[in-house]
């Protein structure tokens, strides 16, 4: 439900790469998209997890870890909706690398727009995006920092809302 190793895990289930749902890869993902490491729903990486679960290089709702990740997302570089990439990306997030709703990129995807450079709605850093944007540095709602944030936190691995 809400725990993370280094190694992550998931919803009864456990993995020194990387475990979800019910799905267990050393490689890549599951659902809809795969990638360097990356993952998603129900998708397992040998570093990362998914829904709640967090990793060396992600963490999820109320947690925090070196990487970044969002809702039941969660890898060293992080995963959500259903894009995959070798940084990070969630709802609207993103991080170095980022990824977004169905979008892929090796630098950064979100919504629909990607930038190497920085971000779309209303705030942009050095390597950071926003809504729809992504970076390959990092970047989410309001927040910004060289890992990735979320809501209203801020972490040099990775924040979420509260965290």
Same mark, same amino acid.
């Given at each position: 439900?809400?725990?993370? $190793?280094?190694?992550?895990?998931?919803?009864?289930?456990?993995?020194?790469? @990387?475990?979800?749902?019910?799905?267990?890869?050393?490689? /890549?993902?599951?659902?809809?998209?795969? $990638?360097?490491?990356? /993952?998603?729903?129900?998708?397992?990486?040998?570093?990362? @997890?998914?829904? *709640?679960?967090? +990793?060396?290089?992600?963490?999820?709702?109320?947690?925090?870890?070196?990487?970044?990740?969002?809702?039941?997302?969660?890898?060293?570089?992080?995963?959500?909706?259903?894009?995959?990439?070798?940084?990070?990306?969630?709802? *609207?997030?993103? +991080?170095?690398?980022?990824?977004?709703?169905?979008?892929?990129?090796?630098?950064?995807?979100?919504?629909?727009?990607?930038?190497?450079?920085?971000?779309?709605?209303?705030?942009?850093?050095?390597?950071?995006?926003?809504?729809? !944007?992504?970076?390959?540095?990092?970047?989410? !709602? *309001?927040?910004?920092?060289?890992?990735?944030?979320?809501?209203?936190?801020? +972490?040099?691995? =990775? =924040?979420?809302?509260?965290?």
């Amino acid at each position: 439900g809400v725990e993370e $190793d280094n190694g992550a895990a998931h919803e009864d289930n456990e993995y020194t790469g @990387a475990v979800h749902g019910k799905e267990v890869d050393t490689g /890549a993902a599951r659902d809809v998209e795969e $990638d360097n490491g990356v /993952a998603h729903e129900g998708d397992v990486v040998t570093d990362a @997890a998914h829904d *709640v679960e967090e +990793d060396t290089g992600a963490t999820h709702e109320d947690n925090e870890d070196i990487g970044a990740a969002h809702e039941g997302d969660v890898d060293t570089g992080a995963v959500h909706g259903e894009e995959v990439d070798t940084g990070a990306a969630h709802g *609207v997030e993103e +991080d170095n690398g980022a990824a977004h709703e169905d979008n892929e990129y090796t630098g950064a995807v979100h919504g629909e727009e990607v930038d190497t450079g920085a971000a779309r709605d209303v705030e942009e850093d050095n390597g950071v995006a926003h809504e729809g !944007d992504v970076v390959t540095d990092a970047a989410h !709602d *309001v927040e910004e920092d060289t890992g990735a944030t979320h809501e209203d936190n801020e +972490d040099i691995g =990775a =924040a979420h809302e509260g965290d």
